[in-house]
C-alpha cells in the first residue's frame, strides 16, 4: 500500500487493501470480499464501505490534515468518515491483494451492533452539512443500504434483538424499494457462491495462520454489491470529468458536479 501511494506520487487520498477476520490466535476466520477501483470512488465508498476498517488504508500526511484528521469526539464511525472526506476530495487507489488481519476480538465496539447503527444513521444524516454539493438521493440509498444491513445483522443474533429487525426492514423498503424488492434473490445467489469458493478455499489447504495464506487469494465481491452501485460509479466518474474541466478549482471540485 505504502509503495502504491509512491508510485501515486501523493495523488490519492488513500490507498486500501483486503482483508482477512482473524481470531485472537491469528487464525483466519473468514476472507472479506474485496472492491477494487481506482480514481473518484466517494459515492462507491459511501453506498458500500469497500475500505472496510481503518487499518487498511494508507494516506498523506497533509491529506489527511486537509481532511481534518480522525474526529475524536466520535466513537465508531471516526475511521469511515475520514477516509469519505479523503475519498471526497482526493481519488482513490485499491490494492488487489489482501493485506490486513482484522482481529475479530470478543468484547469490541465493533459488537455493539445497535450502537454502531445509530452513529452510522446520525453521520449520514450530517453529510449534507459536512460536504456541500453532495448528492441527496445516493444518501437516501446509503441510508436503505444501512437499514437493510443491520436488519441482517439483528436476523442473525438471537433472543430479544431480532424483533427490532422488521423496522429496519420497513425503513429499507421505504428509502429504496427498487434495491429491496431485487436484493434477496443476488443475496441468494452470492451465498451460494461464497459456499463454492470457501469449499475450494479448504480444499486446497487455506486454513490456520493468517500468515499462510497467499495475498492475492481471496473472495470477490460480485453479487453483494449494493444495487445502486452502477449510479455510483456513474456520479463519480461525473466528479472526475468536473475536476478535469478548466474551470474547476479544486482536485475533485468540490462544490458537487
Known amino acids: 500500500m ?13 490507498v486500501y487493501s483486503g482483508f482477512r477476520l482473524i481470531d485472537m490466535n491469528d487464525c483466519v476466520i473468514r476472507t472479506a470480499p474485496h472492491y477494487v477501483t481506482e480514481g473518484n470512488a466517494f459515492y462507491q465508498m459511501l453506498i458500500l464501505n469497500y475500505v472496510g476498517n481503518g487499518s487498511g488504508m494508507v494516506f498523506g500526511r497533509q491529506q489527511a490534515i486537509e481532511a481534518r484528521l480522525y474526529d475524536t469526539s466520535r466513537s465508531g464511525n471516526e475511521d469511515y468518515l475520514l477516509q469519505l472526506m479523503l475519498a471526497w ?12 488481519g482484522y482481529r475479530n476480538r470478543p468484547g469490541s465496539l465493533s459488537k455493539r451492533t445497535h450502537y454502531m447503527m445509530r452513529n452510522h444513521l446520525k453521520l449520514l444524516g450530517e453529510l449534507r452539512g459536512l460536504l456541500p454539493g453532495i448528492d441527496p438521493q445516493t444518501l437516501v440509498w446509503a441510508r436503505a443500504q444501512i437499514h437493510d444491513y443491520y436488519s441482517y445483522i439483528l436476523l442473525r443474533h438471537g433472543r430479544f434483538t431480532k424483533v427490532f429487525a422488521p423496522w429496519h426492514n420497513v425503513m429499507a423498503l421505504v428509502l429504496d424499494p427498487v434495491s429491496y424488492v431485487r436484493r434477496p434473490l443476488a443475496r441468494l445467489r452470492e ?6 469458493q470457501r469449499a475450494r478455499l479448504e480444499a486446497e489447504g487455506y486454513h490456520g495462520d493468517f500468515f499462510n495464506w497467499s ?9 453483494t454489491l449494493p444495487m445502486r452501485m452502477r449510479e455510483c460509479v456513474a456520479l463519480d466518474r461525473a466528479r472526475g470529468r468536473a475536476a478535469a474541466s478548466p474551470r474547476s478549482s479544486s482536485p475533485l471540485a468540490l462544490g458537487g458536479i
Open 2 to 14: 505504502v509503495g502504491r501511494h509512491e508510485e501515486r506520487g501523493g495523488a490519492v487520498g488513500l
Open 89 to 100: 476530495n482526493h481519488p482513490v487507489s485499491g490494492v488487489p491483494e489482501y493485506q490486513v
Open 191 to 196: 451465498r451460494a457462491r461464497q459456499r463454492d
Open 215 to 223: 495475498p492475492t487469494t481471496g473472495m470477490v465481491l460480485d453479487g
